[in-house]
């Protein structure tokens, strides 16, 4: 008995699209109709020129008519490669937001915190986060503006002040403020680090918005002296730590700010002594009934980090 030969598989589709082209002619013919020229269109799709004209060409074939007008310095679209062009387009973008419903979306969160904060603590340590919760779509909000937690979409804040933040709100202690001062170690190579109130007045002050310097001074040199030291003043402190990054004097500035640029050795604590201040920073959210699952997360990240500062 001869053997039979394998069954073959066919799928009648008496309900599907007989005359639909191409789905990768079609998406070809979007990309081209975009730029008019056949070069951009393969370099956009990592293909080569004659593959993307004779995708084009026998997309014509099929239709029976012409798409592009083909002009000395590149294309042009018919009257009916305009309409279709249109169509096609939406249809693909169609097709696009329907694959994407059918994956799972990332969950968005916002934290709102000052520029110095963003850029001196918070960003060295995002890439962590980003490693460990990939699902979680973190927005950083940096500005000097209190932001508002419905107005802004803020769902977290980042706020210095004192544990009584506002109705409303709920709020958790971060960290504690600690002002050291701090310069670079190229600042004294010439010169010894001052350990007296008259030697600090041959080096230049930097100051912030929050000029601890008044207080700091009065803790560290309780007898001194009206202060003539040159001074440098900054409307944010991430400037004056910049400037005592790269030799221009004497910085204050919190702790926890400062401390990779010590360990890295840009730094070095000028004087044994901390200012300890009454306000502190603090995680501020507002009381709803639902939050999203992300914020606990995020919630939790930031007081491990603030531990390990």
Known sequence: MAESSSPTLS????????????LNALRVFEVVARHLNFRLAAEELGVTQAAVAQQIRGLEASLNLRLFERLPRGLALTDAGLGY??????????????????RPQASHLTVSVTPTFASKWLIPRLGSFAHSHPDIDLRVLATDRLSHFNTDGVNLAVRYGKPDIGAGLNSELLMEQRIVAVASPTLFEASKTPTSF???????????????????LAQVFPQHGQATARNLRFNQTSLAIDAAISGQGIALASLAFVSDDIVAGRLTQVFAQQLRLDKSFYLVWPRKLQQPESLGIVQRWFKQQAGNS
């Open 11 to 22: 799928i009648a589709m008496p309900n599907g699209f007989p005359d639909l082209p191409s």
């Open 85 to 102: 062009s249109g169509s096609i387009r939406n249809a693909l973008a169609m097709i696009d937001e329907a694959t994407r419903l059918l």
């Open 198 to 216: 008259e030697q600090l007045q041959a080096f230049t002050l930097l100051h912030d918005a929050h000029d601890f310097w008044p207080r700091f």
